[in-house]
């Protein structure tokens, strides 16, 4: 690492045009905006303001909606990455840090680089950085160690992402700040894809009194990230839509589709989808796009807002008769264990007897509850997660019961909705139960006795109904006998319990394993190295499934190719597993298990075809190169991906690359 004079001199040399070295054109331009746009000297660092707490509180005010859909995949991301020495962050327009997640100690220490909540860095404020130069950019951006305009912070590597509102104007900026060089690649992977989440959940705060519309050329992604989502008026006129809906419709922009009437992109009315989403419980329906034959697999949904002025609520249409588990919950188990408890927890859950799962960190346990879910009564209704662990004490309360407005200082000025309301008619999951206060079980025992709430800072009681399902790592019996959880709120929670076991002792965990390399993949078949296969079907997984998925998706962005090989493995998990030698001496090693075929699979796997996310996949690339003339660059440039990486897509889903480089050229 260069000294700090060093470092500044080679901040003016290449601004100057004395030498560029490895230096990129954004860092480069970057560079060169410090020096003569913001007057900015490397040799003399600047430390961030930092605004007080009411200033603060403005700014999160203004930005409260972000906020509020950026948390829980925030958590998730940092889960995601599994690195104690990064920060999750994210900026307003302003370069203002309204949120972060991060460990204790890494907050602390970076508090002493002006790196907390609060303070202001602006590309203006504290040159090149990955938040301040994002915001200017407007895209993706990874600045490493010595690409950060000030030497102070090169011992940071920063990857940042925009966040657009529906409207398509940029309101956030996603930020990992890290020590490690490493990582940002990975991080960008998934921070592109925690930054469409978080729209997406923008999406549907700010149309609360527009229907919701969710499609997919293939029904089976309907629902999942993947998905198109319009909001619709009750003209039937488009009021907004998501990436993935812009992309399957060929428009290039938000303004292009709004104001168009649905019947004019689909063959069908509001009145018409509605009903027949109803009449199907909620499961995709076939619709075809308007003059022409394309089809897609559509759901559409009444408006979420609740109208707060009616006083009578409106009758409750009956729960729907228990349906057989689908592809979305037995599928998702191959170990006979786990499936026949979840067709018990089935039978339970729909006499209204709430199920409680017992299971280590990252086992599976919310999977579990979303499949229960799926196959309960009340499928079509909302299924709202709350981490009981990841939230402040001071927050679960208006979390879980909502608030009116002006109940607090800094409360939304329109009020909010609590989660147990937003599950109305629907699940609640309560994962880590056990870390709940003790003050706070009292009210949660009350709601589940009288199935009422009533929201901080009102008299209004109201009446609500939804199944409950709660997750806990911690001995709960064990919290009782010591006075940590109240015992008659055990009992409540505990109708049937359940234990999910870990995935060093899962029996269907290689065929864990492949499903999950090939969804972290994208859907594309890949293969794995008998060496690697051994070392990932004999470590011990501390952390099971999110530890696994983890990995993958590390090892998948690594690998670039269509085999996974040791050497995209972690090197920490390849130094531990050699340590601890865990192979089960009674069963075949897994380097001698034959190649891995999906039970699906045709016996002849070189005839086999594309699976139909592959097919998916596959049509809407092939569409795109149409649409492009097949100039290989400009679809590259669509899908803001590398020529290389278009093309190991395009091998992948068997599409002639002749074909492409003929016309391309």
């Keep these: 690492m260069l000294e700090p004079k060093g470092h500044a001199q080679r901040v003016y040399d290449v601004v100057d045009g004395r030498g560029r070295g490895d230096t990129t054109d954004l860092v480069t331009s970057s560079w060169a905006r410090c020096v003569r746009d913001y007057r900015l000297d490397p040799a003399k660092p600047a430390r961030p303001d930092v605004l007080g707490e009411h200033r603060l509180e403005e700014h999160r005010a203004r930005a409260a909606d972000v906020i509020e859909c950026a948390k829980l995949e925030m958590t998730t991301l940092y889960q995601q990455l599994g690195d104690r020495e990064c920060a999750v962050v994210l900026v307003d327009t302003d370069g203002v840090i309204l949120h972060m997640v991060a460990a204790p100690d890494f907050s602390r220490e970076m508090g002493q680089l002006g790196f907390c909540p609060g303070a202001i860095w602006t590309e203006a404020a504290v040159g090149t950085n990955g938040m301040g130069t994002c915001l200017v950019v407007r895209e993706p951006v990874a600045v490493r160690q010595q690409d950060h305009f000030y030497g102070t912070y090169t011992s940071l590597t920063c990857s940042a992402v925009p966040i657009f509102d529906p409207e398509g104007a940029l309101v956030a900026v996603?930020?990992?700040?890290?020590?490690?060089?490493?990582?940002?690649?990975?991080?960008?992977?998934?921070?592109?894809?925690?930054?469409?989440?978080?729209?997406?959940?923008?999406?549907?705060?700010?149309?609360?009194?527009?229907?919701?519309?969710?499609?997919?050329?293939?029904?089976?992604?309907?629902?999942?990230?993947?998905?198109?989502?319009?909001?619709?008026?009750?003209?039937g006129g488009i009021r907004a839509a998501n990436r993935s809906a812009l992309f399957q419709l060929g428009f290039s922009s938000v303004p292009e589709i709004c104001g168009k009437q649905l019947d004019e992109l689909f063959q069908?009315?509001?009145?018409?989808?509605?009903?027949?989403?109803?009449?199907?419980?909620?499961?995709?329906?076939?619709?075809?796009?308007?003059?022409?034959?394309?089809?897609?697999?559509?759901?559409?949904?009444?408006?979420?807002?609740?109208?707060?002025?009616?006083?009578?609520?409106?009758?409750?249409?009956?729960?729907?008769?228990?349906?057989?588990?689908?592809?979305?919950?037995?599928?998702?188990?191959?170990?006979?264990?786990?499936?026949?408890?979840?067709?018990?927890?089935?039978?339970?859950?729909?006499?209204?007897?709430?199920?409680?799962?017992?299971?280590?960190?990252?086992?599976?346990?919310?999977?579990?509850?979303?499949?229960?879910?799926?196959?309960?009564?009340?499928?079509?209704?909302?299924?709202?997660?709350?981490n009981c662990a990841s939230l402040p004490e001071s927050l679960i309360e208006s979390e879980l019961f909502g608030y009116r407005a002006g109940a607090f200082t800094g409360a939304q000025r329109s009020g909010r909705r609590g989660k147990i309301l937003q599950a109305d008619r629907g699940t609640l999951f309560l994962d880590e139960i056990g870390d709940m206060p003790l003050a706070l079980q009292a009210r949660l025992l009350r709601v589940l006795d009288e199935r009422q709430v009533s929201p901080l800072g009102s008299e209004e009681i109201i009446a609500v109904d939804f199944q409950l399902v709660s997750a806990s790592h911690r001995d709960l019996p064990k919290l009782v006998a010591d006075g940590m959880f109240r015992e008659d709120l055990y009992y409540r929670l505990s109708g049937l319990d359940v234990s999910l076991p870990p995935l060093r002792e899962r029996r269907d965990k290689r065929e864990l394993l492949y499903r999950l390399l090939e969804e972290e993949a994208g859907g594309s078949r890949m293969d794995i190295d008998p060496d690697a296969e051994a070392l990932l079907m004999s470590y011990s997984w501390p952390g099971n499934l999110r530890q696994l998925r983890h990995v993958l998706r590390t090892a998948v962005v690594l690998a670039g190719a269509e085999r996974l090989t040791l050497a995209a493995l972690p090197a920490t998990l390849r130094q531990r597993a050699a340590e601890r030698a865990e192979v089960d001496v009674g069963a075949v090693p897994p380097a001698r298990l034959p190649p891995y075929v999906p039970a699906s699979a045709a016996p002849d796997v070189a005839l086999r075809p594309l699976n139909p996310v592959q097919a998916s996949e596959r049509a809407v690339l092939l569409g795109l190169l149409e649409d492009q003339r097949w100039n290989v660059s400009n679809v590259a440039k669509a899908l803001d991906i590398s020529r290389n990486t278009l093309y190991r897509r395009l091998h992948r889903l068997r599409i002639p690359l002749s074909h492409s480089e003929s016309a391309a050229g």
């Design 174 to 235: 996603l930020d990992v700040t890290s020590r490690s060089p490493l990582m940002q690649q990975h991080s960008l992977v998934l921070l592109g894809m925690t930054a469409q989440m978080i729209e997406n959940r923008l999406l549907d705060r700010r149309f609360q009194d527009a229907c919701p519309i969710h499609f997919h050329s293939r029904p089976e992604f309907v629902y999942t990230l993947h998905e198109g989502k319009l909001v619709v008026g009750d003209d």
């Design 268 to 386: 069908t009315t509001l009145p018409e989808i509605l009903n027949r989403s109803a009449r199907s419980s909620f499961h995709p329906v076939p619709i075809f796009c308007a003059g022409r034959s394309n089809r897609f697999f559509a759901v559409a949904q009444q408006p979420a807002r609740l109208n707060a002025a009616t006083v009578e609520r409106p009758a409750k249409s009956a729960p729907a008769p228990a349906r057989v588990i689908d592809d979305g919950g037995a599928q998702q188990f191959g170990d006979d264990r786990i499936l026949s408890q979840l067709q018990l927890a089935t039978r339970v859950i729909a006499k209204r007897i709430p199920v409680l799962l017992h299971g280590e960190t990252g086992a599976g346990k919310e999977v579990f509850a979303h499949a229960l879910h799926k196959g309960s009564p009340y499928a079509a209704g909302a299924f709202v997660a709350v």
